[in-house]
C-alpha cells in the first residue's frame, strides 16, 4: 500500500478532494493511505507560530525552518524510505511520465506545501524532488499537491476500472493526446456521432482514432 502524506497548514482542503470518487475507492481498496501533518502542530511558542518576515527584506512571511524540519521528522518516521517532494514553481514541471515512475515506485511519499511568499530555502536540503505544476503562481501548495497525488493514484494498480484505461490516454506515450469520444445518443440536436465509430468495424475505428488523436506541443 503505498503511503502518502502531506505537510501543510490547511488540511481540510484535502478531505473533499481525497474522499471523493476514485481517491476514496482508492482508499477502500488499500491501494493508498493519505496521512496529513498539520504544520501549525509544530509552531513556535504559545501562539505556534510557523512564519516570520523575510530576511533582506521584502513583502509578506515565509514558512520557519524549524517548524517545517519537525513536521518532516514526524512524518518520516512514519514512513522513513519515503521520497520528500516540495512544492515550488521552481521545480521540475510535473508530466503523465512522471506521474508513473512515482506510481510504479516501491515507496511513500511527504508532500510539503508552501504558503505566504514560501518558505526558509534551508527546507530544500530535507528535499529529493522539488516539483512545479505550471509556470504560474498559485497561493499555497495544497492544489499542487492533490493535483499531483491524484495523478499518481490513479495509475495504481486496480484504482481505475478497466486496467487498459490509463494506457490509451493522454501523454501516456508522452506527446499523443486521446481522441474525441462519444456516447449516446448517436444524435443529439442534429449533432452526429462520426458513423465510422457506430459502424463495428475495429480496424476502421483504430485508424479514425490515430488520426484523430493529436501531437502535444509542448
Ligand atoms: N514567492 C514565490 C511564490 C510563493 S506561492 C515565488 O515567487 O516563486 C506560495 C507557495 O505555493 C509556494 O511556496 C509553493 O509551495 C506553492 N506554489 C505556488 N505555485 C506553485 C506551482 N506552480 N507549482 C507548485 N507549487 C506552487
Given at each position: 500500500?503505498k ?120 527546507i ?6 522539488q516539483?512545479?505544476?505550471g ?17 499518481i ?55 479514425w ?5 493529436l501531437?502535444?506541443?509542448?
Amino acid at each position: 500500500m503505498k503511503k502518502i502524506q502531506v505537510i501543510t497548514l490547511f488540511p481540510e482542503m484535502f478531505e473533499g478532494v481525497l474522499n471523493t470518487s476514485m481517491m476514496w475507492k482508492a482508499q477502500q481498496q488499500k491501494a493508498v493511505e493519505f496521512s496529513m501533518v498539520n504544520l501549525r502542530d509544530f509552531g513556535i511558542g504559545p501562539r505556534q507560530q510557523v512564519d516570520d518576515t523575510p530576511y533582506g527584506g521584502g513583502d509578506g512571511m515565509l514558512l520557519k525552518p524549524e517548524p517545517l524540519f519537525a513536521a518532516v521528522a514526524k512524518a518520516k518516521e512514519a514512513d522513513p524510505t519515503a521520497k520528500v517532494l516540495l512544492m515550488t514553481p521552481r521545480g521540475q514541471r510535473w508530466k503523465q511520465s512522471l506521474a508513473k515512475t512515482y506510481a510504479d515506485a516501491d515507496q511513500g511519499y511527504i508532500f510539503i506545501c508552501g504558503r505566504y511568499e514560501g518558505y526558509d530555502e534551508r527546507i530544500v536540503s530535507l528535499v529529493d524532488e522539488q516539483v512545479s505544476v505550471g509556470d504560474y503562481v498559485l497561493t499555497g501548495g495544497e492544489l499542487p499537491a492533490m493535483t499531483i497525488i491524484d495523478s499518481i493514484v490513479r495509475l495504481l494498480p486496480g484504482v481505475l476500472g478497466g486496467e487498459m484505461s490509463a494506457e490509451i490516454e493522454s501523454f501516456s506515450d508522452g506527446e499523443t493526446l486521446e481522441f474525441p469520444q462519444y456516447t449516446k445518443p448517436s444524435d443529439f440536436n442534429g449533432m452526429k456521432v462520426p458513423d465510422v465509430l457506430l459502424s463495428g468495424n475495429h480496424a476502421e475505428i483504430a485508424k479514425w482514432r490515430a488520426a484523430n488523436s493529436l501531437k502535444a506541443d509542448k
